[in-house]
């Protein structure tokens, strides 16, 4: 087994990731900020809000109604949901202690892809096995089980570097 020299990776840190060369002020504030970039993104996170907001009320008023709607609709709720908060939640200034909005967007909603195409597939495969496994108290141990996951990749991951002074340092 080889053993890693821990000086050696210090250096090769301090190497590939040092950033003093950089000065901030070398390009203008004037240079550096864009109003028309800035206003075309809001004005595309707003207009996503307003197309989700019918989509998530029509699935809303199926369940409202129909108790035993099929449980991919269900799964295709919680996405708009979080899909909906997550799209709030990348403003940097809304990222509050160890709610991040990169989890919120990304790791909930593919979790949740991946359930609703291995929902789709024993559907189409049995019904009787994915009610079975989909229905009822069932779905929610699934979603729990979404959720559990998507935890884990909330907190950064500190353990993995060979820095021990990086447990302190993230932000």
């Known amino acids: 087994m080889r053993r890693i020299d821990k000086k ?5 840190f301090e190497l590939y990731y040092n950033c003093t060369s950089y000065d901030v002020n070398s390009i203008g504030i004037e240079k550096r900020q ?3 970039v800035g206003l075309l993104y809001i004005c595309l996170g707003l207009g996503n809000e307003m197309m989700y907001i019918p989509c998530v009320w029509a699935l809303w008023r199926l369940f409202s109604k129909d108790r035993s709607a099929p449980t991919c609709y269900k799964l295709m709720f919680y996405l708009g949901i979080v899909d909906c ?3 709030i939640c990348q403003h940097c200034s809304l990222e509050f202690g160890v709610c991040r909005g990169q989890w919120l967007a990304c790791w909930l909603p593919l979790t949740t892809y991946c359930y609703l195409s291995i929902n789709r597939c024993m559907v189409i495969y049995d019904t009787d096995l994915a009610d079975s496994l989909f229905r009822g108290r069932r779905f929610l141990a699934v979603n729990s089980h979404i959720w559990v996951y998507g935890f884990v990749w909330l907190f950064p991951p500190s353990f993995i570097t060979h820095r021990p002074s990086a447990i302190f340092n993230h932000t």
């Not at 050696?8 to 090769?12: G, N, Q, R, V």
């Open 8 to 12: 050696k990776l210090d250096l090769e």
């Open 85 to 87: 908060l997550g799209i």
């Open 34 to 36: 864009h109003i028309f």
